[in-house]
């Protein structure tokens, strides 16, 4: 399935700074009987945005409407523990793009990288210093330029670069999943492997 193209992505951010957010957080178990990707983003952080009672926590980041935007930015060592590929879906679905933080777990970050949700990691000095300007004035606005790998805070000029696994980011910039990008050089593939026969 394809995804949306991405390439650059200016917008205000959502702050969630709490380190070690669990995929469990992130997505409760009792929500992962669905199939289909569609859906998960009204359950996202179900169990801090909701009380028992199914109430809204009107303190939760999701629930404050002066928040809202493409980019959540989180704090250390996000998206650890289990591999449930729910979490990147229910991220997305709610509207995300990119998250940002200081430190992703690999699992995590490879299943944002398969879905079309963009990791972007920076140092922890800098995810601070983001996250106090946002919780300051929400109206914050971040740019960030796949092709040219930068991230720049819009308020003050402040530019760095991230790194990204070239396959994943010429997956992004296409708006191709794994079997897009295969079906897409299909005609590469069958001429190596007519050369590959002719050599037998």
């Not at 926590?57 to 980019?71: A, M």
Request: aromatic share 10%; hydrophobic share 40%.
């Amino acid at each position: 399935m394809s995804k949306l193209k991405f390439n650059i992505l200016e917008s205000t951010c959502v702050p969630l700074p709490l380190e070690n957010t669990d995929t469990d957080q992130i997505i409760p178990a009792r929500f992962l009987s669905a199939i289909s990707r569609e859906g998960f983003g009204e359950n996202l952080f179900r169990d801090w945005r909701y009380d028992k009672a199914g109430n809204k926590n009107e303190e939760f980041v999701l629930n404050d409407p002066k928040f809202r935007g493409e980019i959540l930015v989180a704090g250390k060592n996000f998206g650890c523990g289990s591999s449930r590929e729910h979490a990147v879906w229910a991220i997305a679905d709610y509207g995300f793009r990119a998250v940002v933080s200081s430190f992703f777990a690999d699992i995590f970050r490879n299943n944002s990288l398969n879905n079309g949700l963009l990791p972007v990691v920076v140092p922890e000095e800098f995810l601070k210093r983001l996250l106090a300007m946002i919780l300051e004035d929400p109206g914050t606005k971040v740019r960030i330029d796949l092709e040219k790998q930068d991230l720049t805070l819009l308020p003050t000029g402040e530019s760095l670069k991230f790194e990204i696994n070239p396959y994943k980011k010429e997956c992004l910039l296409k708006g191709l999943d794994d079997i897009d990008y295969l079906l897409n050089i299909r005609e590469m593939i069958t001429a190596y492997e007519f050369r590959n026969t002719l050599r037998q």
